[in-house]
C-alpha cells in the first residue's frame, strides 16, 4: 500500500522555523515526483511546490518562493520542506502528495493539484501564533 506520513508540524512563534518530512511507505521514491501543499481554514488547498523524482528540478508557486525549501533524500524515503519566517497567515494544514515520474514528466512539476494522483498524506498541522 502506497503511503505518505508528514510529519514535524506543530505551535511556533511567528518569526519562528520549521522542518516539515515526508516519508514515504510501501513504495520508493526514486520513481516520484513529490509537491506539498497546504490547506489554511476556510481555505482551498493551495500548491506550495513540486521536487521532481530525482531532485534536479523545483517548481515553487510564486508566492512561496521567499520562504520555502524543499529538498529530498531518496535513500531514506523522504522528502523535506523548510518553512522560514513563519507568519500567522502561514497556518493550515500541510501535505504531501506524489506523482509518477512517467506520467509527469520533471520539467511539468509543478504544484498543481490535478497531477498528484498517486497518493496523499493526512498532512500534519502548522499553528504559527505567539
Known amino acids: 500500500q502506497l503511503q505518505l506520513v508528514e510529519s514535524g508540524g506543530g505551535l511556533v512563534q511567528p518569526g519562528g522555523s520549521l522542518n516539515l518530512s515526508c516519508v514515504a511507505s510501501g513504495f520508493t521514491l526514486d520513481d516520484y515526483h513529490i509537491g506539498w501543499f497546504r490547506r489554511a481554514p476556510g481555505h482551498e488547498r493551495e500548491g506550495i511546490v513540486c521536487i521532481s523524482n530525482n531532485g534536479g528540478v523545483t517548481n515553487y508557486a510564486d508566492s512561496m518562493k521567499d520562504r520555502f525549501t524543499v529538498s529530498r533524500v531518496n535513500a531514506k524515503n523522504t522528502v523535506y520542506l523548510q518553512i522560514r519566517s513563519l507568519k500567522p497567515e502561514d497556518t493550515a494544514v500541510y501535505y504531501c502528495?506524489?506523482?509518477?515520474?512517467?506520467?509527469?514528466?520533471?520539467?511539468?512539476?509543478?504544484?498543481?493539484?490535478?497531477?498528484?494522483?498517486?497518493?496523499w498524506g493526512r498532512g500534519t498541522q502548522v499553528t504559527v501564533s505567539s
Open positions: 502528495a506524489a506523482a509518477h515520474r512517467e506520467r509527469i514528466s520533471p520539467s511539468k512539476c509543478v504544484p498543481n493539484l490535478m497531477i498528484f494522483d498517486v497518493s
